[in-house]
């Protein structure tokens, strides 16, 4: 039955050669609207590499504050901060926080390798308060204040592309153009752009430890959920007296994430419409296409039925007919498709687009059964000196 | 083998409705050979299609083999046909697209059979018809006697009981008819299959056993011949 089907298929490759080819290209559409659509999933339920929950944060412009003062005031603010005995921990650090549009990019190189990575400038609280995972080494501490060289720590994408893994990257230097750096530690990616951003070089990050009294800092506040509104209230007006000239202003963590999420929902629902447009016309597509195939052989099924075939038959043997057609024109799609894993074209990881090639040639299976099931029923009921008169 | 019991079928369409055939009674025997004349659009194809359950009557009963067909589903019907009949058209009816093994074998799929079985039979039922040398042709690679001579192959093939033949050699010229025709009354003779043939030629229907003539869908005459 099977080797007839291919003989019969065989032999009409001329006429199939539309539905051939419209399999093909539905495929190719499917695994690209699939590969994107995989990417961002898998982007977004990636960890982020920090916590962000119950983080409060504080946003200092010191305006024109007297240089001479801003040192003194960070100094005041920092110990005050230390004074209060419900927070959990505090932070200060640089603009580019987590879900911030701040973004400062450097060029890192070793011996042999060079690469873009986010820059941040941190804290030794830094680590504590977002609990970013330490892979390898250790965070800052006390000890690096006497160090010869700025320590440094590094994603474990930076380490892996400087160093081959994140356990060689220890104890290892780094050049930013003249001055060098040292690795202290390796810490999972730290995604700051948020859910829909990989990062810099597929997740490069670098942090400093730094003094913060050359750019307005950011103060970070993980504070008890049990005494959050009186000691949010209690700290605003402390750092108010302390620092009278800056202008404060404060935020959750939480809200800048769904700020953020919110400005990445427009660009993707209009992805998620052309792929759903395209969708629905590879579906039209196939449909029509079936449909037209399916009638032209009325004359051919009174035949077969005249010959002792059931409906039911009928109806597998045009479905089972359209599968073997859609699985021609899946070879040659997969021929194209598998290039993207193997030539690593856009960066995506072969997962994604191995899942895409699945859910594409699924989804053409499923749409084949789907749209030609109709039309072969149809056909197949067809009374049959009515389907004779048509051969 | 073939009884026919007040059948009539009625084609309604929109505006008109057409008696084609209007209280039919047959009975053909076993082993016979029966030809059905009379003029274009008095009902005999619809006569043959009903006989050979390709339609349904509007009413009255076919019985075939002793079993009376009503109320079978399509799926019993389809068995029925595959196991006891084989059809014969004026326009051949093959599947251009196959080749003349592949369009013989086309009965035999519908049964359990290995594809070495159903290849022998093929070629067995193509050699009756002298067309053993053309089995891997298409059919629009043959002449129209040859395209019959591969039809009658396709019908033979399953070893039915039962022919219907609907002008078989009513495309052909009287040579090729001919032929048609001798190989129609050596399988009628020599293996004993009952045959219900419809033609325009009297000469044809000279060799068979019995003629009947239908008139808008009503007998008008029936012969016996003695051979
Ligand atoms: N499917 C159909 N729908 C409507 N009328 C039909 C149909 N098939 C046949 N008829 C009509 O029934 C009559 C008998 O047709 P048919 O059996 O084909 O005649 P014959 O084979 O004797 O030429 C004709 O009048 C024909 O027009
Ligand atoms: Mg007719």
């Given at each position: 039955m099977i080797r007839l089907l291919f003989k019969l298929i065989w032999n009409q490759r001329r006429k199939h050669f539309g539905i051939f080819f419209e399999f093909f290209f539905s495929f190719l559409v499917l695994f690209a609207v699939f590969s994107f659509g995989f990417s961002y999933l898998k982007q977004y339920l990636?960890?982020?590499?920090f916590d962000y929950k119950d983080i409060w944060v504080v946003e200092l412009d010191w305006n024109d504050t007297p240089e001479e003062e801003i040192s003194e005031t960070l100094t005041l603010l920092k110990n005050q901060m230390l004074s209060?005995?419900?927070?959990?921990t505090f932070s200060f650090s640089g603009?580019?926080?987590?879900?911030?549009t701040s973004s400062a990019i450097d060029e890192f190189s070793t011996e042999g390798e060079q690469v873009d990575a986010d820059v941040f400038k941190v804290d030794d609280r830094f680590a504590e308060l977002f609990a970013v995972n330490v892979q390898e080494g250790r965070w800052f501490g006390?000890?690096?204040?006497?160090?010869t060289y700025s320590p440094v720590v590094l994603t474990a994408s930076m380490a892996e592309q400087l160093f081959g893994s994140t356990a060689a990257a220890i104890e290892q230097q780094v050049q930013l153009r003249e001055q060098t750096l040292k690795v202290v530690g390796v810490v999972d990616?730290?995604?700051?752009?948020?859910?829909f951003s990989r990062g810099v070089g597929g997740g490069n990050g670098i942090f400093f430890r730094k003094d913060l009294d050359s750019n307005p800092p950011i103060l970070m506040v993980k504070v008890d959920q049990e005494a959050k509104a009186s000691l949010e209230a209690t700290i605003r007006q402390d750092l108010r007296s302390i620092a009278p000239g800056w202008v404060i202003e404060t935020n959750y963590l939480s809200d800048l994430r769904n700020k953020k999420l919110r400005s990445a929902l427009v660009p993707l629902a209009i992805v998620l419409i052309i792929s759903g447009f395209l969708l629905v016309n590879v579906a039209l597509g196939l449909f029509g296409l079936l449909w037209q195939s399916i009638s032209k052989r009325r004359g051919e099924i009174g035949i077969r039925k005249s010959m002792g075939s059931s409906n039911t038959e009928i109806t597998i043997q045009l479905i089972g007919e359209m599968l073997v057609l859609a699985s021609f024109g899946l070879i040659i799609g997969l021929f194209f498709a598998i290039q993207f894993p193997i030539l690593n074209v856009f960066g995506l990881s072969s997962s994604v687009y191995v899942g895409a090639i699945i859910a594409a040639v699924a989804s053409i299976y499923l749409l084949v059964i789907l749209c030609a099931y109709f039309p072969s029923n149809q056909a197949s009921k067809l009374p049959i000196a009515n389907a004779l008169r048509f051969e | 083998m073939i009884s026919l019991q007040n059948v009539e079928k009625v084609y309604q369409t929109t505006s008109i409705e057409t008696?084609?055939?209007?209280?039919i009674n047959l009975e053909v025997q076993q082993g016979e050979f029966l030809s059905i004349m009379g003029p274009s659009g008095c009902g005999k194809s619809t006569l043959l299609n009903i006989m050979g359950l390709l339609d349904e009557p509007s009413a009255g009963d076919v019985i075939l083999n002793g079993s009376?067909?009503?109320?079978?589903s399509n799926k019993q019907l389809a068995r029925f046909r595959n196991q006891n009949i084989g059809f014969i058209f004026q326009s051949y009816?093959?599947?251009?697209?196959?080749k003349v093994i592949d369009n013989v074998e086309l009965p035999l799929l519908?049964?359990?059979?290995?594809r070495k079985e159903r290849y022998d039979l093929s070629v067995e039922a193509l050699t009756k018809v002298g067309l053993?040398?053309?089995?891997?042709?298409?059919?629009?690679?043959?002449s129209g006697g040859q395209r019959q001579r591969v039809a009658i192959a396709r019908a033979i093939v399953g070893k039915p009981t039962i022919i219907l033949a609907d002008?078989?050699?009513?495309?052909?010229d009287s040579r090729m008819g001919n032929e048609i025709m001798d190989i129609l009354l050596k399988l009628n003779e020599e293996e004993g299959t009952t045959i219900v043939m419809v033609t325009h030629d009297e000469s044809m229907a000279l060799k068979t056993h019995r003629l009947a003539r239908l008139f808008d869908g009503t007998w008008v005459e029936e012969k016996a011949f003695q051979h």
């Amino acid at each position: 039955m099977i080797r007839l089907l291919f003989k019969l298929i065989w032999n009409q490759r001329r006429k199939h050669f539309g539905i051939f080819f419209e399999f093909f290209f539905s495929f190719l559409v499917l695994f690209a609207v699939f590969s994107f659509g995989f990417s961002y999933l898998k982007q977004y339920l990636s960890p982020l590499g920090f916590d962000y929950k119950d983080i409060w944060v504080v946003e200092l412009d010191w305006n024109d504050t007297p240089e001479e003062e801003i040192s003194e005031t960070l100094t005041l603010l920092k110990n005050q901060m230390l004074s209060y005995g419900q927070i959990e921990t505090f932070s200060f650090s640089g603009k580019n926080i987590p879900f911030s549009t701040s973004s400062a990019i450097d060029e890192f190189s070793t011996e042999g390798e060079q690469v873009d990575a986010d820059v941040f400038k941190v804290d030794d609280r830094f680590a504590e308060l977002f609990a970013v995972n330490v892979q390898e080494g250790r965070w800052f501490g006390e000890e690096d204040a006497v160090s010869t060289y700025s320590p440094v720590v590094l994603t474990a994408s930076m380490a892996e592309q400087l160093f081959g893994s994140t356990a060689a990257a220890i104890e290892q230097q780094v050049q930013l153009r003249e001055q060098t750096l040292k690795v202290v530690g390796v810490v999972d990616n730290f995604r700051y752009r948020g859910e829909f951003s990989r990062g810099v070089g597929g997740g490069n990050g670098i942090f400093f430890r730094k003094d913060l009294d050359s750019n307005p800092p950011i103060l970070m506040v993980k504070v008890d959920q049990e005494a959050k509104a009186s000691l949010e209230a209690t700290i605003r007006q402390d750092l108010r007296s302390i620092a009278p000239g800056w202008v404060i202003e404060t935020n959750y963590l939480s809200d800048l994430r769904n700020k953020k999420l919110r400005s990445a929902l427009v660009p993707l629902a209009i992805v998620l419409i052309i792929s759903g447009f395209l969708l629905v016309n590879v579906a039209l597509g196939l449909f029509g296409l079936l449909w037209q195939s399916i009638s032209k052989r009325r004359g051919e099924i009174g035949i077969r039925k005249s010959m002792g075939s059931s409906n039911t038959e009928i109806t597998i043997q045009l479905i089972g007919e359209m599968l073997v057609l859609a699985s021609f024109g899946l070879i040659i799609g997969l021929f194209f498709a598998i290039q993207f894993p193997i030539l690593n074209v856009f960066g995506l990881s072969s997962s994604v687009y191995v899942g895409a090639i699945i859910a594409a040639v699924a989804s053409i299976y499923l749409l084949v059964i789907l749209c030609a099931y109709f039309p072969s029923n149809q056909a197949s009921k067809l009374p049959i000196a009515n389907a004779l008169r048509f051969e | 083998m073939i009884s026919l019991q007040n059948v009539e079928k009625v084609y309604q369409t929109t505006s008109i409705e057409t008696v084609a055939l209007d209280g039919i009674n047959l009975e053909v025997q076993q082993g016979e050979f029966l030809s059905i004349m009379g003029p274009s659009g008095c009902g005999k194809s619809t006569l043959l299609n009903i006989m050979g359950l390709l339609d349904e009557p509007s009413a009255g009963d076919v019985i075939l083999n002793g079993s009376k067909i009503t109320g079978y589903s399509n799926k019993q019907l389809a068995r029925f046909r595959n196991q006891n009949i084989g059809f014969i058209f004026q326009s051949y009816h093959l599947i251009n697209d196959l080749k003349v093994i592949d369009n013989v074998e086309l009965p035999l799929l519908y049964r359990n059979m290995s594809r070495k079985e159903r290849y022998d039979l093929s070629v067995e039922a193509l050699t009756k018809v002298g067309l053993k040398n053309r089995i891997d042709h298409f059919p629009n690679q043959l002449s129209g006697g040859q395209r019959q001579r591969v039809a009658i192959a396709r019908a033979i093939v399953g070893k039915p009981t039962i022919i219907l033949a609907d002008e078989p050699t009513g495309n052909l010229d009287s040579r090729m008819g001919n032929e048609i025709m001798d190989i129609l009354l050596k399988l009628n003779e020599e293996e004993g299959t009952t045959i219900v043939m419809v033609t325009h030629d009297e000469s044809m229907a000279l060799k068979t056993h019995r003629l009947a003539r239908l008139f808008d869908g009503t007998w008008v005459e029936e012969k016996a011949f003695q051979h």
